[in-house]
């Protein structure tokens, strides 16, 4: 008889399965969808109602914008603040493309700060410095699911308006006050791959300021109320029914997600640490204050070995990835803007030394016994015995 049962060695571990999220829900979301299809309303729906209604209530603000996209839900928030041609906007360079997009698109002036090693979020010590009377807002991202230094951020440049760029981190808190919550505005991405992830594209907008929310839905809307009557000129951008539906089955789960993503992260912590591994690998830091959702668990592999090591766990079939390789001020759009290399030293060195390893909600035991046990071989640690890396 062959053996049934080869070793678990060879199966791959994925960075992220989406599937095993869905399965359990298939049949409720499936239900919800049909309900969509019979009643017609495909767009701006009961469905999609009911759903910025729960997300406003979950985020702890007031109102809540559904649109296309977590970019359009950027590109939407400037719109509302009308910020154009002229105006500089400081964001981090450390982050997804789309959180500079959106200012360069409105002909607005990105200005890059640079970022608190611990945390990879925006250092307010650099907006301070990067300040001037154009400045006509800042989008803090809240990166990886951990929520940015607002406080440090309020106090850099008082009373300018902060947008959030809550993407990754839906359901995070600072002092106890929710991820989106605590700026002028919010912007949440349901993009499939985000702690509440869609089957598709979508985005929402979080705000507790009544005149804003009322543009926004306008914005969303070519820029149209009543219907064909246009006093702005706004865009396209929609969050579908079916998205909404989707969305509201899985959004009762989120909060257990997040808990099963702590589960992960704690894990790897005390498993690295146990190996003797924790302090070369420079694990994430949860800041004072911060309750993280840990979109991603992100590590810095210094001293040029970074590339190795996902080469590494490559070829023993073991998901990660690289959030993200090249900070925005070196990259070639944004070359009009004359950023130097050296500009934003901690970036840049984030990007040559990050790794986010699988940290999904629905990952097994095994599979992250598999991860720590070939991060452990790559460092030289095997069965406990310490060995230097070669
Ligand atoms: C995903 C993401 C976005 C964009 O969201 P989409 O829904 O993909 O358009 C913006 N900012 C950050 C930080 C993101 O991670």
Redesign the pocket.
Known sequence: MTTAAQPSVASPVPMLDINRQNGPLLAEMERAIAEIGRSGAFLHGPACKSFEEAIAKYCHVEHAIGCA????A?LLSLMALDIGAGDEVIVPSF??F??ASAVWRLGAKPVFADLIPETFNIDPADVARKVTTRTKAIIP?H?FGQCADMEGIRAAAPGIPIIE?A??AIGAEYRGEKAGSMGLLG?V???PT?NLGGWG???LITTSDATLAAKLRVLRDHGQNPRYHHSLVGVCSRLDSIQAAVLHVKLAHLDDWAAGREQNARRYAAQFARLGIDRQLGLPQVAEGCATVWNQFTIRVPGGRRDALQQYLNERKIGSAIYYPIPLHLQKCFEPLGCQRGSLPESERAAEEVLSLPIFPEMTREEQDRVIGAIAEFCGVAGGSVKRAA
């Open positions: 996209s977590g970019s359009d950027l982050t997804f789309a959180t991202v990166l760029d993407a990754q912007c991405s349901f993009y985000k594209d979508g985005g």
